[in-house]
């Protein structure tokens, strides 16, 4: 079935400390995978993305890796800041007959203490 | 360069209303996704809709119901409201409906319906 898990669902960390925030799917076929960063009361806002035929991705402090064998792919965020506080979630796409829909993880509620 | 933009911001209703939910895709994008996030949950998918034809359908009761217009604006219509209908509508657009290049899904700032 179409199933995305992400762990964890809370992370605390310490300014400049880096934050790992990992997602399994169950959908071999899935060659999108997309994590959105959520504010408190906003849309979720796309920050980085990735396809099936790249192993790794990075942008500044961001940075998403992906493993098709497993079926696994994390975000990494390095010398977070306070800013960096909100909810992540990753997302895997979900071919249909005639489109795709995303399927999302269950969250993960960053906070980032100065 | 306008983003996608949905109306009205907020909304309550009673159960047994029926709601009207519109979105307008960013300029040149052809499709549009529908997802509802209840509060400490993810997105799920409600509907894709491209040139005016749905295009996928998520597990979602027929009370809930979509169209696309010429202009590729949409409008979801949910009736018979639910106490569990309660939770950000947010609606997403995209260049093409199938992710088989660099398409991305952009999302709107969302409809909060709070049904009593």
């Known amino acids: 079935g179409e199933n995305v898990e992400q762990h964890p669902s809370t992370l605390s960390v310490q300014e400049g400390d880096s934050a790992v925030i990992k997602c399994t799917y169950s959908?071999?076929?899935?060659?999108?995978f997309p994590w959105y960063k959520q504010e408190l009361g906003k849309r979720p806002q796309l920050i980085i993305d990735?396809?099936?035929?790249?192993g790794e991705k990075k942008d500044q402090r961001i940075a998403v890796t992906l493993n098709k064998t497993a079926k696994h792919f994390s975000l990494h965020i390095t010398e977070t800041q306070p800013e960096d506080s909100a909810v992540y979630f990753c997302?895997?796409?979900?071919?249909?007959?005639?489109?795709?829909?995303?399927?999302f993880g269950q969250g993960t509620e960053l906070s980032v203490k100065p | 360069d306008a983003g996608v933009t949905q109306s009205p911001t907020h909304l309550i209703k009673t159960r047994g209303q029926q709601v009207t939910l519109r979105c307008s895709p960013i300029?040149?994008?052809?499709?549009v996704s529908w997802y509802q996030q209840v509060l400490g949950q993810g997105p799920q998918f409600i509907f894709q809709?491209?040139?005016?034809?749905?295009?996928g359908r998520g597990n979602f009761p027929d009370r809930f119901s979509a169209r696309q217009f010429p202009n590729y604006s949409s409008e979801l219509n949910v009736n018979a409201l639910l106490l569990g209908d309660s939770a950000l509508y947010l609606c997403?657009?995209?260049?093409?409906?199938?992710?088989?290049?660099?398409?991305?899904?952009?999302f709107g700032p969302g409809t909060r319906l709070t049904v009593l």
């Open positions: 300029s040149g994008h052809k499709s």
């Open positions: 997302a895997s796409q979900f071919l249909l007959d005639q489109g795709g829909k995303l399927i």
């Open positions: 990735i396809r099936s035929n790249v």
């Open positions: 959908d071999s076929a899935s060659n999108y």
């Open positions: 997403a657009s995209s260049l093409a409906f199938v992710f088989m290049s660099t398409d991305t899904q952009y």
């Open positions: 809709y491209y040139e005016k034809e749905e295009r």
